[in-house]
């Protein structure tokens, strides 16, 4: 767990360094996600707070069923209204990252001795930074569902503590339980993708070199 913590950690830093001049909209995004998040968990206990409402009855049933409904349709837009604009932002600084991510590197690799890039193919170099700024482009364009997932399981864990703290706990220790599986099997997917890259480098050398000498191949 270690490991993934340092792994998102330097993914966010990552993140943040290479939006550049445009962090306070990081920051900015980051408080539309919270509040998106807090109309989201709002709608189950409003509902619950409707349902009660119906339950009970009473002489002023119809004013308060109203008030419950105007609350659950008040999240529904609260929630819009900070996430679409948080997600294009997102997807704006996502392409700014990469940009940046893209340049950088091509910077470094024109100020690599000749005797490097002799040792290293120009194909299998390109490909590694593609990929490598492919995925680093859908971190950074999809940090919500991250964040999302970790808030949204924090808070149901806390709702739990004060309904019933036990089953929270037992909650709180299948997840851990699930976490240590579902981590068993993406060291071995991990195993097999580095495996599929480390052939599309080699392919993507050859192909470099065809393409690259096509007027003497042909």
Not at 17 to 23: E, L, V
Request: proline share 1%.
């Amino acid at each position: 767990m270690q490991s993934i913590r340092k792994q998102y950690a330097a993914l966010i830093l990552a993140c943040w360094h290479y939006i550049g001049d445009r962090k306070h909209w990081m920051i900015f995004i980051y408080l539309m996600f919270i509040g998106a998040n807090i109309c989201f968990m709002a709608q189950p206990y409003v509902i619950g707070k409707l349902i009660n409402v119906l339950q009970q009855g009473g002489d002023n049933l119809l004013n308060q069923v109203i008030f419950w409904l105007s609350l659950y349709v008040g999240s529904m837009l609260g929630f819009w209204v900070f996430h679409g604009p948080s997600r294009v932002i997102e997807q704006k600084l996502a392409f700014e990252a990469r940009r940046n991510f893209n340049l950088h590197y091509y910077n470094l690799l024109t100020r690599m001795p000749i005797r490097w890039h002799q040792d290293h193919h120009s194909g299998n170099t390109i490909n590694r930074i593609q990929k490598s700024s492919t995925a680093f482009f859908n971190f950074a364009a999809n940090q919500f569902l991250f964040f999302n997932t970790m808030l949204r399981g924090m808070i149901v864990l806390l709702a739990l503590m004060f309904v019933d703290w036990r089953v929270s706990l037992t909650l709180f220790i299948f997840s851990i339980l699930l976490f240590y599986i579902l981590r068993w099997f993406d060291f071995i997917i991990m195993r097999k993708i580095h495996t599929i890259n480390e052939g599309e480098h080699i392919f993507s050398a050859a192909q470099f070199d065809f393409i690259s000498n096509i007027y003497n191949v042909i």
